[in-house]
């Protein structure tokens, strides 16, 4: 591969980042016209990567890299078969259109420039998940994306519900991502493998490992938090707290799909077993019911469908999990339908509420004439989202009913649960896309009219492109379908379904669907009557049990905390110093290490009289009258022990402890004032007996492990690599210093971090002020 | 405290103090000293200095708030370790120069700049709980 393609590919990875920071510039300056700027990176970016489609599809794969941690075999590489070409193209192809409609959407928005950075920064993040090779950029990428869909879902930060939706959301997508990387971590362990490619290429290993049981586990927690598969369900509809682009954007086409890419992605390494085989169609099918069911009983456009979006994620894993080819084949038709229909139906209710001022699809009615261009897009999506042809979501479906149709008793079942899924689902689609602009004019919050180009751009774009890919599907098929069917199955495969029609199993299952979805649609009102009785007759469901958690830790964290912080200084001090003094004792006792009693030494008399010094500040600290007395009688014995370091020839330790104790004097005797405490000491006997064991004992356990320490065979190989190379490399005579500043460095730049933190802790602690209760309910001052 | 005689040589006590401890600061590499006594000693003198004199005199002669300076220390720390990246070896790597200023050979190093930031980061610090705590004594 050239390196100039190389660097162009790695270019376009940082691009969004890059864009990300020009945004809120460019947004100050062209206001909500920035967007016509922005969306040149992501164009740029889909054009990099439609030019790269030949290559793909003639069946070789583009990759690169760089090294990252060379000493963990970790790279910041890239790889890109027809599945992440796929992907990479809907996020860049999409992301370009929801730039210019959240021009539109948002114009006037305060803070429009946060918003476009926000979003240019999750296209990027997205796009690096899906041409991640190496696991460690996969999962800082996964991370990334949880990270920004909470800035996103959280951007209307004022408002309770957008702030506990995105909490919502980052905890449940967090806990998978952590889930996916001990999952990786697993993969690892199991097969020596650090990239996608790598494991792809070998073959059985990870089917055949003892650990397959726990990666597989690992990894679709993730997967399934991150799609939203029942019952991590949730969050994603509470994510419609977000402003609609971002619902457009993330929470159809791209992020909750990340998941799905995962499992499509370790198909071909983990697929095919009976635990792949069995847990995602149970997942998948379950959440295609939940989903669907769930969705006929709102009322609120994008409530609905957040709903099918559910759904249609449950399909995408069932179909992945069955693991044939015509499912695969089923699975990458429907994933491609599915972000082309529903991108431009969130547009469409996006557009919908931002120009009638409502959402609420009873409270809508008769806008065809008012809008007719968002009517043209809405009816284009719906009708590909229903399965009907020409479209693309027919291909999807008749594809998926080629996969199924009734093999055997398990794919019998699935074939039943599609079968409603697909009517429930053609039911939501027609109700978003007919309800609101067919029957008569309804008087709506505001008056509403067609919104300007930016509105409606990008819909009516995405719709056609259902349209066009489904009547050119011999190109579609070949540039992307086969290549991304034969990437998730590992082998290769040539996608051949076109629009015309022919009598069939699949056929006739198709027109079952949409007989079974007209009927509904009839009972629409009825239907969503009975699933809001029956919801409320449950009562329970998971995003209730969501609180439940929350409010459990942190019920169980208080009481905890009551228990360890009893907020008594003599507590924690007691605590502390007992826990020293079994640390000193416990393994001179337990492993018979105590020192031998030194001789009585033969020292000068100065050293004499310094020794007494010390011991004179001693006595004068425990029989001091008041506190004062004692904290300065305390410097008097620090003073005395810095002489001795200077009498034995440690000058740079005495120094730095005669300023110590100055000050440590200074600070104290400043800090007693300040606590108004009684300037004598009043302990009951009791505790001032407790005090002088626990003291006593510290004490004696620190000087007999200094005496086991003299006592110890001296390894001066350290002091002598210093001694002898302190001036030659470091240019420093100062051995002391030059360990300080140059050795070890970075030791110290974190301690000097330490010291300054601890500085804000503490400068923070002196500036509570404790309201006092006197105060009558004011505020103390 | 505040007597006369104090409050008068204070302000002599506390810019010989700063003046020591720069000099201590300096000639850490090669003498006793170094960053983290220089910057005890800077602080013991503004400790000092507002014990004598009061707290608000002290903030002014500092001009900056302390934490600032502590903040400032860290980050030229954090910046001399840097320099190394232009030269290919890794972060923190000791970078020396010997310029001659005024027919003087002078030893320049990223080093000397890592321990003016420990000197700023411990002055910072120190002073600024000090001052904190001096000052609400008279509240």
């Given at each position: 591969m050239a390196s100039g393609s190389q660097s162009l590919t790695f270019f376009v990875l940082v691009l969004p980042f890059v864009a990300a920071l020009a945004a809120p510039f460019l947004t100050r300056a062209l206001?909500?016209?920035?967007a016509w700027v922005l969306a040149l990176a992501p164009a740029f970016i889909f054009v990099h990567f439609a030019g790269l489609l030949g290559t793909v599809a003639d069946g070789a794969t583009v990759s690169g890299g760089y090294a990252w941690i060379p000493s963990l075999d970790v790279r910041f590489s890239w790889f890109l078969d027809g599945l992440s070409l796929t992907f990479a193209l809907l996020i860049s192809g999409i992301g370009t259109l929801i730039v210019l409609y959240s021009g539109g959407y948002l114009k006037d928005h305060p803070q429009l420039g946060r918003f476009f950075s926000f979003i240019l920064l999750f296209m990027g993040a997205m796009q690096g998940l899906v041409v991640s090779d190496s696991f460690l950029t996969l999962f800082v990428f996964w991370e990334l994306t949880s990270i920004t869909s909470f800035l996103l879902i959280g951007f209307?930060?004022?408002r309770e519900a957008s702030r506990r939706a995105a909490i919502q959301a980052l905890v449940v997508t967090g806990l998978g991502g952590l889930s996916l990387l001990a999952g990786l971590l697993v993969v690892w362990i199991a097969t020596g493998e650090t990239e996608l490619s790598g494991l792809l290429a070998a073959g059985d290993t990870m089917r055949h490992s003892a650990l397959y049981l726990v990666a597989l586990v690992l990894v679709l927690g993730g997967a399934f938090t991150k799609s939203a598969q029942f019952p991590f369900h949730f969050w994603l509809p509470n994510?419609?707290?977000?402003p609609t682009p971002v619902s457009a954007y993330l929470h159809s086409a791209t992020m909750v799909k990340a998941g799905v890419y995962l499992v499509m992605r370790l198909n071909p390494a983990f697929g095919g077993t009976d635990a792949w085989e069995t847990v995602l169609p149970v997942f998948g099918g379950t959440t295609l019911i939940v989903g669907t069911l769930l969705a006929i009983r709102q009322t609120d456009l994008k409530l609905m469908l957040a709903y099918t979006t559910v759904a249609s994620l449950g399909i995408l894993v069932m179909l992945t999990g069955l693991g044939s080819d015509k499912a695969v084949e089923g699975a990458v038709l429907y994933l491609v339908a599915h972000s082309l229909f529903k991108g431009t139906l969130f547009m469409v209710a996006g557009a919908i509420d931002h120009e009638s001022g409502t959402r609420d699809i009873t409270a809508l009615g008769g806008l065809r004439r008012a809008m007719p261009v968002t009517f043209a897009a809405a009816l284009l999506a719906a009708l590909s989202m229903g399965g009907l042809p020409p479209f693309f979501g027919f291909l999807a479906k008749e594809e998926i009913y080629a996969a199924l149709q009734f093999q055997d008793g398990w794919h019998g079942l699935f074939t039943l649960v599609a079968i409603l899924g697909n009517a429930l689902m053609l039911v939501i689609g027609f109700a978003v896309a007919l309800k609101p602009f067919l029957g008569p004019r309804v008087a709506t919050p505001k008056e509403a009219h067609e919104g300007p180009p930016l509105l409606w751009l990008g819909p009516l774009t995405l719709a056609l492109v259902g349209l066009v890919s489904a009547l050119l599907s011999e190109t579609a098929h070949h540039f992307v379908s086969s290549p991304m069917a034969s990437a998730v199955a590992g082998n290769d495969i040539a996608v051949h379904i076109s629009v015309i029609p022919y009598i069939s199993v699949p056929l006739a299952l198709s027109v079952l669907t949409v007989i079974l979805g007209i009927a509904i649609y009839w009972f629409l009102d009825q239907a969503r009557a009975a699933m809001a009785a029956l919801l409320a007759a449950i009562g329970w469901g998971p995003d209730r049990g969501f609180d439940q958690t929350i409010r459990g830790l942190l019920r169980a964290s208080f009481g905890v905390t009551r228990i360890i912080q009893s907020g008594r200084m003599e507590v924690y001090m007691t605590v502390t110093f007992i826990a020293i003094a079994l640390a000193l004792w416990a393994p001179m006792t337990v492993f018979g290490e105590m020192p031998d009693l030194p001789e009585m030494p033969d020292l000068p008399f100065y050293e004499w009289t310094v020794i007494a010094i010390a011991v004179i500040g001693l006595g004068a600290v425990v029989y001091a009258r008041d506190r004062l007395t004692a904290i300065v009688s305390l410097g008097i014995q620090g003073f005395a022990v810095a002489l001795l370091f200077m009498l034995l020839g440690a000058p740079d330790l005495s120094f730095t402890q005669f300023m110590v104790e100055t000050l440590s004097v200074v600070i104290l005797a400043l800090a007693m004032t300040r606590l108004r405490l009684h300037p004598s000491d009043h302990r009951p006997t009791n505790e001032k007996l407790l005090d002088i064991a626990v003291a006593g004992a510290c004490g004696a356990g620190f000087g007999f492990l200094i005496l086991k320490v003299t006592q110890m065979p001296f390894d001066d190989s350290l002091s002598a690599f210093f001694k002898t190379y302190s001036y030659v490399i470091a240019?420093?005579?100062?051995v002391v210093n030059v360990i300080l500043v140059d050795f070890r460095g970075l030791d110290t730049l974190g301690e000097i971090a330490v010291v300054m933190v601890a500085g804000l802790a503490i400068l923070a602690l002196i500036r509570v002020r404790v309201p006092k209760p006197a105060a009558g309910g004011k505020e103390g001052g | 405290m505040r007597t006369v005689i104090f409050r008068t040589s204070a302000p002599y006590l506390t810019s010989l103090m700063v003046l020591f401890s720069v000099f201590v600061l300096l000639r850490g590499h090669n003498e006793p000293g170094g960053g983290f006594i220089g910057g005890l000693i800077a602080a013991s003198a503004f400790a000092i200095y507002g014990i004598a004199c009061g707290v608000s005199p002290v903030r002014r002669a500092l001009y900056f708030h302390p934490m600032a300076l502590s903040g400032f220390g860290l980050f030229l720390a954090a910046l001399s370790g840097f320099a190394s990246l232009f030269f290919g070896v890794p972060f923190l790597t000791g970078l020396w120069t010997s310029p001659e200023i005024l027919g003087v050979t002078v030893d320049l190093s990223t080093v000397l700049f890592f321990d003016i930031g420990v000197y700023f980061v411990v002055v910072g610090s120190v002073t600024s709980i000090a001052l904190a705590l001096e000052e609400r004594e008279r509240l």
């Open positions: 206001k909500h016209n920035a209307d930060h004022r994510a419609m707290e977000a240019h420093g005579r100062n | -």
